[in-house]
Nanobody, 114 residues
């Protein structure tokens, strides 16, 4: 059974940083492209960043200068380092496999507020 467990969210002031983690299980992690997504209140879920098995990242244009995606295939974990956070980054963050979507995890809440 494919499963994703996201963690690392919280309340942070504008300009602050957070590092999110997503532990995946139930499939050969290293073979799959992984992505981070987010969903803000009242908005559609959107793609944030993607990383393939060769550790090549790709980002949504609005985030590529502030966010860094990485993965540890030995730990079945994908990370999202978020810097210079803005109030617009407030959302629930999820990970998934963009080319073989599975059931969504519970996500991790990120709230950027002073």
């Amino acid at each position: 059974q494919v499963q994703f467990v996201e963690s690392g969210g919280g309340l942070v002031q504008p300009g602050g940083s957070l590092r999110l983690s997503c532990v995946a299980s139930g499939f050969p992690f290293w073979q799959f492209v992984m992505s981070w997504y987010r969903q803000a209140p009242g908005k559609e879920r959107e793609l944030v960043a993607t990383i393939n098995g060769a550790l090549v990242p790709n980002y949504a244009d609005s985030m590529k200068d502030r966010f860094t995606v990485s993965r540890d295939n030995a730990k079945n974990t994908v990370y999202l380092q978020m810097n210079s956070l803005k109030s617009d980054d407030t959302a629930v963050y999820y990970c998934n496999r963009p080319y073989a979507l599975a059931a969504w995890g519970q996500g991790t809440q990120v709230t950027v507020s002073s």
